[in-house]
């Protein structure tokens, strides 16, 4: 009888599956964006509104008479964007600009466009 029994157990144990292991699977890694390439052009002649729908709320708003300006600051550079009443539209609208870069960027004057874009994109979507 005993050998009975060592041979049940030898059956029971033989019947199940071995233990499937699994190795983890790194999570994949974040793609970084590129901001798009922005003409400066687009700029020109714009209203206030226009421009904060584009580029958000500007970092600092000064007169310089007849025009009043305003400045965005991004990582590696800034833009000054020179605003004129336009009497036919009885509004001010954007005529020029001057962009700054730190010392040492190769950005490009469309690359700081497209970044202060980008990132007046992103905050306008967390608001």
Excluded: H
Excluded at 36 to 42: G, Q
Excluded at 66 to 76: K, L
């Amino acid at each position: 009888m005993f050998l009975i029994l060592a041979g049940c157990s030898q059956i029971e144990t033989a019947a199940r599956p071995p233990p499937e292991y699994s190795i983890p699977q790194e999570p994949p890694k974040p793609t970084k964006k590129t901001p798009a390439i922005v003409s400066p052009k687009t700029l020109v002649g714009k209203s206030e509104q226009q421009l904060v729908a584009f580029l958000g709320q500007p970092s600092s708003v000064r007169e310089e008479p007849p025009a009043m300006v305003w400045q965005y600051v991004g990582r590696a550079c800034k833009v000054d964007i020179f605003f004129y009443f336009d009497i036919k539209s009885q509004d001010f609208r954007s005529l020029a600009y001057k962009f700054y870069k730190d010392s040492g960027s190769t950005q490009k004057d469309a690359e700081c466009l497209g970044r202060l874009q980008a990132n007046a994109a992103s905050t306008q979507k967390k608001n």
